[in-house]
């Protein structure tokens, strides 16, 4: 079992920049793929970014590109998350999943077998 904790969120205005962090414990994340999700209220979650462990290669839903960075540190088994540019319409809770995978990594959140507790964050206007 992949064991995920989420830190990070919190209230930013518009303009501004997060960082959550994904510490990863439990398995070895070679073959894993770590996803970051998101889920507004009444709305389904959603992908947001998407990296290979083995390889860092990197993946992000395309409306998000240029404003959010996905990264590891291999040390901390931790993957990151950084936001930019930050707009009241990425208000949500965020979630981060890892999914044993050798292929292209998914974009549905039913591929993922693992989640964190999810940290909340709240653009203001």
């Known amino acids: 079992q992949v064991q995920l904790v989420e830190s990070g969120g919190g209230l930013v205005q518009a303009g501004g920049s997060l960082r959550l962090s994904c510490a990863a414990s439990?398995?070895?994340?070679?073959?894993?793929?770590m996803g970051w999700f998101r889920q507004a209220p009444g709305k389904e979650r959603e992908f947001v970014a998407a990296?290979?462990?083995?390889?860092?290669?990197?993946y992000y839903a395309d409306s998000l590109k240029g404003r959010f960075t996905i990264f590891k540190d291999n040390a901390k088994s931790t993957v990151y998350l950084q936001m930019d540019s930050l707009k009241p319409e990425d208000t949500a809770v965020y979630y981060c999943?890892?999914?044993?995978?050798?292929?292209?990594?998914?974009?549905?959140?039913?591929?993922?077998?693992?989640w964190g507790q999810g940290t909340q964050v709240t653009v203001s206007s």
């Open positions: 990296l290979r462990w083995s390889t860092g290669s990197t």
């Open positions: 999943a890892a999914e044993w995978r050798l292929g292209v990594p998914r974009q549905s959140p039913g591929d993922y077998d693992h």
């Open positions: 439990g398995r070895t994340l070679s073959n894993y793929v």
